[in-house]
């Protein structure tokens, strides 16, 4: 059964049947990269396009003409849509603000995590009070109370 679903997937990729493992991951690696660049300019490849446009919070011009086809179109992205939703979920809010640590290059403040959810400074003390509490917890570190970051393993 393996074989036969090894088999399909390669002839959906239109690759060989006998590729080694690291044969796969060389091919996979180069096509996550094609595809990284292209969304970079714009160009997504969707494979579920009412779910995933809706979820992205993308306008996408050649959808209305195209209805439930998969398609490849340039896209026209609403600003305003492009920032989430800060969660209503006590732990999915927790999730989020770990998570901008977590993608930080550098310490944040609850009023720049803020600024990466729709809501924006509404949110600003639910987030300054989760920070608080990562830090009590041992998963952040503060030097003056208001800038953050995750406590890294060595």
Do not use: C
């Amino acid at each position: 059964m393996h074989d036969r679903i090894d088999a399909l997937v390669a002839e959906a990729y239109g690759w060989p049947v006998d590729l080694s493992d690291d044969d796969v991951l060389t091919r996979l690696v180069a096509l996550n990269t094609a595809r990284a660049e292209e969304e970079r300019k714009g160009l997504i490849r969707w494979l579920r396009p009412d779910y995933q446009r809706q979820r992205a919070g993308v306008v996408d011009a050649q959808s209305i003409l195209e209805k439930d086809a998969q398609l490849a179109a340039p896209l026209l992205i609403d600003a305003k849509a492009q920032k989430p939703s800060f969660p209503t979920p006590e732990r999915d809010r927790t999730a989020a603000v770990f998570a901008a640590l977590l993608q930080a290059r550098a310490p944040l403040g609850a009023k720049a995590i803020a600024g990466g959810f729709r809501q924006g400074a509404k949110v600003e003390p639910a987030i300054a009070k989760i920070l608080a509490a990562l830090a009590r917890l041992g998963h952040a570190y503060t030097d003056d109370g208001r800038i953050y970051a995750l406590r890294r393993a060595a």
